[in-house]
Nanobody
Framework: QVQLAESGGGLVQTGGSLTLSCESSVSTFSNYAMSWYRQAPGKERELVARISGTGESTNYADFVKGRFTISRDNSKRAVYLQMNSLKPEDAAVYYC???????????WGKGTLVTVSS
């Protein structure tokens, strides 16, 4: 069973920064592509950023390019999301997601809330 635990959410002012962390229970962490998704009230869950198992490849949603950075530390079995220049529209519950290579099984954390005050 893959367990994912997010942390780092909180209240920040517009223009501020936060770093989210997601720690995993899997021992073969480098075999998993990791992603951050978010879901705002009344909206669908959307992909924010994705990073490959080795960390060599990353992808970002257009609305966070240049502001957010995804990274991972396979030795710590953790993935991070550095969020800068936060906007009120970035407020959402942020979820950590994992998918093992060659698998279609999705694994989700419980989420961490990010609130951005204007």
């Amino acid at each position: 069973q893959v367990q994912l635990a997010e942390s780092g959410g909180g209240l920040v002012q517009t223009g501020g920064s936060l770093t989210l962390s997601c720690e995993s229970s899997v021992s073969t962490f480098s075999n998993y592509a990791m992603s951050w998704y978010r879901q705002a009230p009344g909206k669908e869950r959307e992909l924010v950023a994705r990073i490959s198992g080795t960390g060599e490849s990353t992808n970002y949603a257009d609305f966070v390019k240049g502001r957010f950075t995804i990274s991972r530390d396979n030795s710590k079995r953790a993935v991070y999301l550095q969020m800068n220049s936060l906007k009120p529209e970035d407020a959402a519950v942020y979820y950590c997601h994992a998918r093992r290579r060659f698998s279609s099984a999705d694994h989700w954390g419980k989420g961490t809330l990010v609130t951005v005050s204007s």
